[in-house]
C-alpha cells in the first residue's frame, strides 16, 4: 500500500472508530480482571485462551471474535454485555 492510501484509511472515522472501540473494549476487560483480581495467567487459563492473545486484547493490538469473548465473559463470570458498558 503506498503512502497515499495508508493515509485515507488512517484519517478515515470508520476505520477510527473501529479502532477506538477495541482499544475501549481491551481497557474494560483490564478493569474487569483487576477487579476480580485476577493475573492475566489466571484469566487466560480460566477463558482457555493464551495469555499473549489476551494481552493483545487488553492493549486493544487485538480484535477479538465474538467466541473469545464470550470465553473471556465467562471466566470473568459477567453478562457479555458488561463488557460492551465502557461506564468505568
Known sequence: MNKKSFQFYKSDSHINEHINLIQKLGKKIAYLRKNKKFSQERLSEKANISVIYLGKV?????????DKLIKIAKALDVEIAEIFSFTL
Do not use: Q, V
Open 58 to 66: 487488553e492493549r486493544g493490538e487485538a480484535n477479538p471474535t465474538l
